[in-house]
């Protein structure tokens, strides 16, 4: 048999998805494959369903760095396969890290005895915990954005809901010693830059953060080692937070007493102040104009229906989809099906923790022929709402529109 090193050597670690028996299993034509039509143009047409090693075909961003889309479909699923699960990556030198050799370094000047963890000592030397979370690049759906903003043009997809499991960080932290003046905790992963110019790829979160029960070393996902794409053999989980915190391929974790000035969290990752209605905050990394991205807002989609799909008149069908936020928890979520006039309530489905994604369903019955607007809208126990007007922000992160799928009954 072939090892997959030999494989990626052959074909370039990339595989055409050909023929349309996997399409024909999972959506109602191109469009619904391969996201919205409001992608910038080009972007779809340039779009391929590409199977990287491990993976179903998913729909190809780019290759160097590999950022690679989740099909909305998987989505009628509350937890998102493995090997659908959507990939993102800054860099492009990703080594394939191997179990045995690798270790993770705690240190950093605010911990008193700094520790080095193989995985069978994360595995064994700690409480295990496991815990359904929603991982969402913080530009999900950033291709939908009037007018355009640069960036990797995700459709809806960058985002998956998984059971992860690990050590929870506060223990390991207070294992080494934590003291009292840490104000960040710094992590950083096996991936680097092709040129030694490129900003090595780390990330701080507040020590307040890193100690919340629910933040992660995670070993495993949906019951199962991570994906390499994903982090093996390891990865930060901060459940509530954009996943730009959640480090894959973790090699070294830092407590810092003063604010980390690296490139991705000085520069990038950042939305204007004040513009969106969150709660956590990371203070120690404000200026006047801008603050780190933090918590996802609240939202939702609807996963087995796309534009221009037929219906029949006076049949009830079923409109499903997920719904999710930072944290608070979903509340309620609310199906129009005439353009946005009126409002009822989904029914939602078994509730997996304040982090997962919150299935619901709809049953509408298209009253006559023609054209029919169905909208979903989500709202949280924080008392938060999907916008129906783009928040506007120069990186193009937060898109919750409510969202707006054109049917037609005949
Ligand atoms: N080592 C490493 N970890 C990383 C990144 C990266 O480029 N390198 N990207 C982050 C960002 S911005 C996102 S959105 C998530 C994506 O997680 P996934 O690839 O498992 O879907 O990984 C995060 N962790
Ligand atoms: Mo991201």
């Known amino acids: 048999m072939k090892s997959r090193r030999d494989f990626l050597k052959t074909t370039g670690g990339l595989v055409l998805a050909t023929g349309g028996t996997w399409l024909a299993g999972h959506a109602h034509g191109a469009d619904a494959v391969m996201g919205p039509a ?23 961003k780019s290759w160097r ?8 479909s998987y989505f009628n699923d509350v937890f998102t396969r493995n090997d659908a699960f ?69 459709g809806p997809g960058a985002m998956g809901n998984a059971r992860w499991k690990g050590a929870r960080l506060k223990d390991v932290l207070t294992k080494a010693g934590l003291r009292k003046d840490a104000l960040e905790i710094v992590f950083d992963g096996a991936d680097s830059g092709v040129f030694p110019a490129t900003p090595d790829f780390v990330k701080s979160i507040p020590v307040w953060k890193a100690m919340d029960e629910n933040a992660l ?44 000035d690296g490139f991705w969290v000085k520069s990038a990752y950042r939305i204007p ?30 996963t087995n229906v796309a534009n221009g799909q037929q219906v029949a008149a006076g049949q009830p069908f079923e409109v499903k989809g997920v719904a999710w936020d930072g944290g608070y928890g979903i509340s309620r979520v609310e199906v129009s099906q005439d353009g946005g006039q009126s409002w009822r309530s989904a029914t939602l489905g078994q509730d997996y923790g304040r982090f997962s994604f919150r299935q619901w369903t709809y049953m509408v019955t298209p009253s006559q022929r023609g054209p029919l607007t169905v909208m979903a809208r989500a709202s949280n126990r ?5 916008t129906f007007e783009l928040i506007a922000n120069p990186a193009g992160y937060h898109h919750n529109v409510v969202q707006r799928i054109a049917l037609n009954a005949a």
């Open 217 to 260: 070393i995670a070993w495993q996902m949906n019951g199962q080692p991570l994906p390499h794409w994903n982090g093996f053999p390891a990865r930060i989980v901060v459940p509530g937070w954009t996943s730009t915190y959640w480090m894959k391929h973790v090699t070294s974790i830092n407590a810092v007493t003063k604010p980390f």
């Open 65 to 72: 760095p590999p950022n690679y889309e989740t099909p909305v």
């Open 86 to 154: 959507f990939v993102r990556y800054h860099l492009a030198n990703i080594p394939e890290v191997a179990a045995a050799g690798w270790r993770v370094k705690i240190g950093g000047e605010a911990v008193e005895k700094p520790l080095e963890l193989s995985l069978e000592n994360l595995q064994n030397d700690y409480e295990q915990v496991e815990i359904a979370a929603v991982c969402q690049c913080s530009g999900s759906r950033r291709g939908m954005f009037q007018p355009h903003v640069p960036g990797v043009e995700w």
């Open 38 to 60: 409001e992608l910038p143009e080009g972007t779809l047409s340039a779009s391929l369903l590409e199977a990287l090693p491990g993976k179903v075909p998913l729909i190809k």
């Open 273 to 302: 102040r004040g513009k969106f209605p969150l709660v956590d905050r990371f203070i120690s990394q404000e200026t006047d104009v801008n603050t780190p991205i933090t918590e996802m807002v609240v939202n939702s989609i609807m």
């Open 382 to 386: 924080a008392g938060a709402t999907q």
